[in-house]
């Protein structure tokens, strides 16, 4: 089925919105619609005719949150190659989500899917982290729950070191993965003091 010109105008007006909405809201979680429909080049009206209440445009949010989430996973390819070298394409591919990121470490409540919830890691990352552990590539006694949190604390401590230097994108991220290699590379043999968690 073809689209009409009317519907995907309308997809990109609807896109435009939803894209506006995660970069302000990720600035200031306090932002008005007033704001969120200047950055996104429409009016107000034009919002209310897309999202009536402020509920439904934080609904719209958190659904396309996990979206770029789920597709950020798809892209690092977390069950191909090494352990580590998936878990630094998958870093790659959350850095590179840009505003979401800020709007994940300002509003985590607003992102309601797996990848960020009390529940735990998901089982491909949890796989990508025992593939680590057997390839030898991820220090076995670094359990795929902290490994995650050091993850995300990482990205964290990017964005804002971003925030507040005069420093690339790029420069940036090499300092990320230089810290999460470092971190995650089992010790050397004669270091190997502790075991992997039971």
Known sequence: MVSSPESGSRTRTRQAILDAAIEVLGQNA??????????????RTTLHRY?????????AVSAEGAARLRRADERARLDEG????AFHRLCTEYFDL????????AEPQLITDPHWSEEGCD????AMVAR????????PALP???????LWSQLYGGWSYLAEHDISRHEVLTLVTRTL???IAPPPPHDRAFTAPT
């Not at 090494?82 to 070298?85: D, I, N, S």
């Not at 840009?98 to 470490?105: A, K, P, T």
């Not at 795929?144 to 050091?150: F, K, M, V």
């Open 30 to 43: 306090a932002a008005s619609l007033g704001e969120i429909a200047t950055a996104a080049q429409v009016g």
């Open 51 to 59: 999202f009536p209440e402020r509920s439904d445009l934080l609904a």
């Open 82 to 85: 090494t352990g580590a070298a």
């Open 98 to 105: 840009g505003g979401l990121l800020s709007l994940i470490f």
């Open 123 to 126: 089982d491909d990352f949890v």
């Open 132 to 139: 680590g552990h057997a390839d030898g590539t991820i220090d």
């Open 144 to 150: 795929a729950d902290w490994l995650q949190s050091t």
């Open 181 to 183: 290699t470092k971190a």
